[in-house]
């Protein structure tokens, strides 16, 4: 397993965009798959993007395409989330997540930050 911590959430207006990053720990980071995940107020656990260990394949939830990005660093242990265009609807904790695949599945991951609050307001 790997140690995660993200950073870059806040408080941004409608339009706006922020970058989260996610910083890991140990020397398995390049091997393992990302995902971000968010958690909406009252709502379940769900995959916004995944990427693959070498960067190579990256997925997206239809709400987010065209808007978010991921990218990883594995000189820098380090993945992260360009959102821009943001919406309110978007304002959730987010968590990224450390697996062997980029599957959108949360129990592909055994390796979770502790969350980062993104707040979008209209």
């Known amino acids: 397993q790997v140690q995660l911590v993200e950073s870059g959430g806040g408080l941004v207006q409608a339009g706006g965009s922020l970058r989260l990053s996610c910083a890991a720990s140990?020397?398995?980071?390049?091997?393992?798959?990302m995902g971000w995940f968010r958690r909406a107020p009252g709502k379940e656990r769900l995959p916004v993007a995944r990427i693959s260990s070498n960067g190579g394949n990256t997925y997206y939830a239809d709400s987010v395409k065209g808007r978010f990005t991921i990218s990883r660093d594995n000189t820098k242990n380090t993945v992260y989330l360009q959102m821009n265009s943001l919406k309110p609807e978007d304002t959730a904790v987010y968590y990224c997540?450390?697996?062997?695949?980029?599957?959108?599945?949360?129990?592909?991951?055994?390796?979770w930050g502790q969350g980062t609050q993104v707040t979008v307001s209209s």
């Open positions: 140990g020397r398995t980071f390049s091997t393992r798959a």
């Open positions: 997540a450390a697996g062997r695949l980029p599957l959108p599945i949360a129990s592909a991951y055994d390796s």
